[in-house]
């Protein structure tokens, strides 16, 4: 079946406190993203790779990291988490940047005490 | 002004009613238009995608696209407790997909 895999699906961590949340496509695809959806303000792009080994910035990358080097694979980072990335964080992916059918993942719901 | 401007709701219709959703945009430079579906709990899905103006129909679903008024809408015939969802309506120009911040529906048996 054809999905974007996120991991955890629930997260409570305190302030500072390294975390991972993963991401997981197995359609192949080149273009991976990382948005947060918070009430009132809708989907917010964290960040994107087009492709292996490139990633770049989207709108509200403070505070985050990402890294592709696989093609699968996605992770966001929260180095030094905060409460104000008390967030749902959703992975996506498509066969190419601007492809109009996105597939998300389930979701993380992360909370930072 | 905001790039996409899409109303929050709720919006709570009865069951069989006709569902109209909008979204108004400032970019004239956008030509791919979409609507996301997202249930509960879930991650949002392609519910359809149009290209231009015009209108493109998919069973119960309409999609509409009016450039020179800078609005998009999407109906929903015959309406049921299962089209319950939020709905995003999204657009894009080159590379870049922004998405309107969701209307909440529902849709009362």
């Known amino acids: 079946e054809a999905q974007v895999t996120q991991n955890p699906r629930y997260l409570i961590t305190v302030t500072g406190k390294k975390l991972t949340v993963t991401c997981s496509q197995n359609?192949?695809?080149?273009?991976m993203s990382w948005y947060r959806q918070d009430p009132g303000l809708g989907l917010r792009q964290i960040y994107y790779?087009?492709?292996?080994?490139?990633?770049d910035k989207g709108d509200v990358p403070e505070g985050y990291k990402v890294s592709r080097k696989e093609k699968r694979n996605f992770p966001l980072i929260l180095e030094s988490p905060s409460p104000n990335q008390t967030s749902l964080y959703f992975c996506a992916s498509s066969f190419a940047q601007g492809d109009e059918k996105l597939f998300f993942g389930s979701g993380t719901q992360l909370s930072v005490l | 002004q905001k790039e996409v401007e899409q109303d929050p709701g709720p919006l709570s219709v009865p069951e069989g009613a006709i569902v109209s959703l909008n979204c108004t945009y400032s970019?004239?430079?956008?030509?791919?238009f979409m609507w996301y579906r997202q249930y509960s709990r879930k991650g949002p899905e392609l519910l359809m995608y149009?290209?231009?103006?015009g209108n493109k129909e998919d069973g119960r679903f309409t999609a509409q696209v009016d450039k020179s008024s800078k609005y998009i809408s999407l109906f929903i015939r015959d309406s049921q407790p299962s089209d319950s969802a939020t709905y995003l309506c999204?657009?894009?120009?080159?590379?870049?997909?922004?998405f309107g911040k969701g209307t909440r529906l529902h849709i009362l048996p």
């Open positions: 149009t290209y231009s103006s």
């Open positions: 359609m192949n695809h080149e273009y």
């Open positions: 999204a657009m894009s120009e080159d590379d870049k997909i922004i």
């Open positions: 970019n004239s430079a956008f030509q791919y």
């Open positions: 790779s087009m492709n292996v080994e490139v990633t």
